[in-house]
């Protein structure tokens, strides 16, 4: 069985989150959204909306689940028997940046990482661009799946 594991924050999930998620549906038999929790880090939206945003965008499709995590990732790939990582590259700076990721993954689990590229159309869209939309009153609706409909005057 091919299980991966989709990391990220998720804050909020975008479009380009959904692109690469669809696109990994036919690689994997199952794929593992998994929201990882950092004390440390200041979220827009709260663990329970994040969750609720990815399992709306995918309530249809069977091989998609949605967990979260604290730790490594490679703790929970153990955890879960799952045999990949699946990440999204957006530009050079993610490369090398996911590159290294990969490298320390494979080196301490042996763990293999699919790097899939964004879409043209997504390739801009990160989470903290949709939150600096959001915190500015802008349009953020073109920016993530419909799931993510919040309040404006956040």
Not at 11 to 18: A, K, Q, S, V, Y
Not at 89 to 107: G, Q, S, Y
Request: proline share 4%.
């Amino acid at each position: 069985m091919r299980k991966a594991i989709f990391p990220g924050s998720f804050d909020p999930i975008t479009l380009g989150h959904e692109d690469i998620i669809k696109r990994g549906i036919p690689l994997f038999d199952e794929i593992v959204i998994a929201i990882g929790v950092n004390a440390e880090k200041k979220y827009m939206f709260s663990l329970e909306e994040r969750k609720r945003f990815i399992e709306e965008t995918f309530k249809d499709e069977p091989k998609i689940s949605v967990i979260t995590y604290e730790g490594l990732t490679i703790d929970l790939a153990q955890k879960l028997n799952a045999n990949f990582i699946l990440r999204g590259l957006r530009n050079p700076a993610d490369f090398e940046f996911e590159k290294a990721i990969a490298h320390t993954n494979r080196k301490l689990s042996k763990i293999e990482t699919v790097f899939l590229l964004t879409a043209a159309g997504t390739s801009f869209i990160s989470s903290s661009i949709v939150r600096d939309v959001l915190r500015n009153g802008g349009e953020y609706e073109m920016l993530v799946p419909d799931a993510v409909r919040v309040k404006k005057d956040l």
